[in-house]
């Protein structure tokens, strides 16, 4: 059974267009997040989730908006999609406490030309 | 500002080797501390994790890790290597300022020659 699911894993999309990410989680973990992965394999956080109370990262640009209608999902939605965006995104979930593990999806690798 | 380092870009040890990874974070208050590894092609999946207690810290896969808290690191180890410990190695670092977010140190690839 995966305990934390992507769709698709690999995205080729044109600049411009509007894309999502779905991520699913059979853990019933009550916090979910979406990390980006860049070319250098940096990660950085991007969103974190728990309990309706969404934390955004400063940096990143507000074209990217999560959406949760359940506990068990975080989907990704990239609006106006730049060459800049093309990274490798995971989503990751866990309990709420900061000693617990997160536990990462397989990623989606998105390429825009 | 928060941040976590790692100093080690890409490691490449022969087999039966011994290891050690580094890993510096800026954090004056109380952390919680990772070390993720993402096997080629694969997610990521913990290794160890400390919060508290005994610095020495056994992970899965032979690995272990110490937390010094007066040089604020928490260095990876393995004693003796196997070419399938060649992965990319990321340490985190829960700063405990209220999200639960995990901040990522640059990565170090490790190649295990056979």
């Known amino acids: 059974d995966t305990a934390v699911s992507q769709t698709p894993k690999y995205l080729v999309t044109q600049m411009g267009n509007d894309k999502s990410i779905k991520c699913e989680q059979n853990?019933?973990?009550?916090?979910m997040y979406w990390y980006k992965q860049d070319s250098k394999k940096f990660l950085k956080i991007m969103f974190s989730?728990?309990?309706?109370?969404?934390?955004i990262n400063e940096t990143v640009p507000n074209r990217f908006s999560p959406k949760s209608p359940d506990k068990a999902h975080l989907n990704l939605h990239i609006n106006s999609l730049e060459l800049g965006d093309s990274a490798v995104y995971f989503c990751?979930?866990?309990?709420?406490?900061?000693?617990?593990?997160?536990?990462f999806g397989p990623g989606t690798r998105l390429t825009v030309l | 500002a928060q941040s976590v380092s790692q100093h080690n870009h890409h490691v490449i040890l022969s087999e039966a080797a011994s290891l050690e990874l580094g890993c510096n974070y800026s954090?004056?208050?109380?952390?919680?501390l990772f070390w993720y590894v993402q096997y080629p092609g694969q997610h990521l999946q913990l290794l160890l994790k400390y919060f508290s207690g005994d610095p020495l810290v056994k992970g899965i896969k032979g690995f272990e890790a110490e937390f010094i808290k007066s040089k604020f690191s928490f260095n990876l180890r393995k004693p003796s290597v196997q070419w399938s410990d060649t992965a990319e190695y990321f340490c985190?670092?829960?700063?405990?300022?209220?999200?639960?977010?995990?901040?990522f140190g640059t990565g170090t690839r490790l190649t295990v020659i056979p």
């Open positions: 989730y728990n309990n309706k109370e969404l934390i």
């Open positions: 990751a979930s866990s309990r709420p406490a900061s000693y617990n593990e997160q536990f």
């Open positions: 853990l019933g973990h009550d916090t």
């Open positions: 954090y004056g208050g109380t952390v919680n």
């Open positions: 985190a670092v829960n700063f405990l300022t209220g999200a639960n977010n995990l901040f």
